[in-house]
């Protein structure tokens, strides 16, 4: 099976997203759902997971809202023409910050108090949406049960002055993967807002995947990984999911050496021929963002075959083996992820995930977008 190659004549390396495959992973996702009415936030914080805001919108378009990390982003995403819901995960990162909301259709996820003092001192303009955080068993922010319940009274006395327009509920769970993941964080989540009016999000990717109904029951879904195509599922693929890989990252064979028996290969040796072998050298190192972790095995795919990584990847450069490709030829391309080699293989081999490697491409790393989804 020959490839079809990605790169120009004069890349070193290329990374190819494909926003038609995003697409096709939220209409997935939104099957997840059943017949339940709950809206999806398709979370695109971290430059839409590397894959790059403005290059997989394209896919992005039948969400309900889309979710990024910072105001700064918000805003780049209403100049790229985004006009639905966004909602911020840092909410206000500063008291001068809460005057600058002059942005329609605005959500912000509040974590602390002082956010909330922050909207009380802001120049008013269109009163966003408030969602507050539960700290819930992840505990990387939001109110604990005890501050939740005054934040929430806070949060009121702010609806009250048409400072903000709704108040949201949210929470983020530490161990969706798991089947028995969520029951007892739902229910602490649950106790802490009972009595307490407004909508709910809660499911990330794995959430919807695992815990369908409970997912269902809220307002909000938030999938992020798996609208790239990625499973947070261990031991599955996005293949198996019925989701398609947005990015696939290709360099090239810049040389074809024989190893002889015993000769070894890199800094410090890391890997030692056993015997005479093929080996090819590929243009593409941890300066480019691939993991250093990765290992001797790691699973490369040439021409549509898969062979493996040997020792450990330099700053530009790292080696495979060619043993049983006699055919391979400098100018190939190599794929060291995406359509014919999944990303969750190639973090399971360098003792990562691959929302690590996904957002590590580095900025040496040049984007083509395929053809628009339509
Ligand atoms: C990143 C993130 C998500 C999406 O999680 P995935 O596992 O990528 O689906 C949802 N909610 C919050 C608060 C997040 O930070």
Known sequence: MSTHSLLQDSDRIRACVDPA??????????????????????????????????????GLRQADGI????????????????????????????????????????????????????LTQARPFAPPTVWLRYAGDTRMGGFDDVRYRRAYMRALSLLARKHIRCIGHLNHYAGAERTDGIQEADARFRHAIAGLEGPISCANSAAMLQHPSQAARTNWVR??????????????TGLDLGLRPAMTLQARLADVQLLEAGASLGYSGAFVAPHTM??????????????????????????????RLLGRPSMNMLAIDLSDMQD???????????????????????????AELLTALTARVPFTVLADVG
Not at 83 to 111: C, F, K, W, Y
Not at 227 to 236: A, Q
Not at 336 to 348: D, F, I, R, S, Y
């Open 21 to 58: 495959a995003v697409a096709h992973n939220l209409a997935q996702m939104r099957k997840r759902l059943g017949p339940s009415p709950a809206r999806i936030w398709a979370t695109a914080k971290a430059d839409a997971y590397g894959h790059g805001l403005a290059q997989v919108l394209a």
């Open 67 to 118: 979710s990024v990390e910072t105001l700064a982003e918000a805003r780049q995403l209403r100049g790229l023409g985004w006009q639905g819901p966004i909602l911020v995960h840092a909410g206000l990162l500063s008291r001068p910050e809460a005057d600058t909301l002059d942005m329609p259709n605005l959500h912000l996820i509040i974590s602390q108090v002082d956010q909330l003092e922050w």
């Open 223 to 236: 999938p992020g990984i798996t609208l790239y195509g990625v499973s947070p599922l261990h031991g599955l």
């Open 278 to 307: 093929t080996i090819g050298l590929v243009t593409c190192g941890y300066a480019d963002g691939y993991p250093r972790h990765a290992q001797t095995g790691t699973p490369v795919a040439v021409a549509g075959r898969i062979t």
């Open 328 to 354: 391979a030829r400098p100018g190939t391309p190599v794929t060291l992820w995406g359509k014919e080699l999944p990303v969750e293989t190639v973090a399971l081999h360098a003792a990562t995930i691959a």
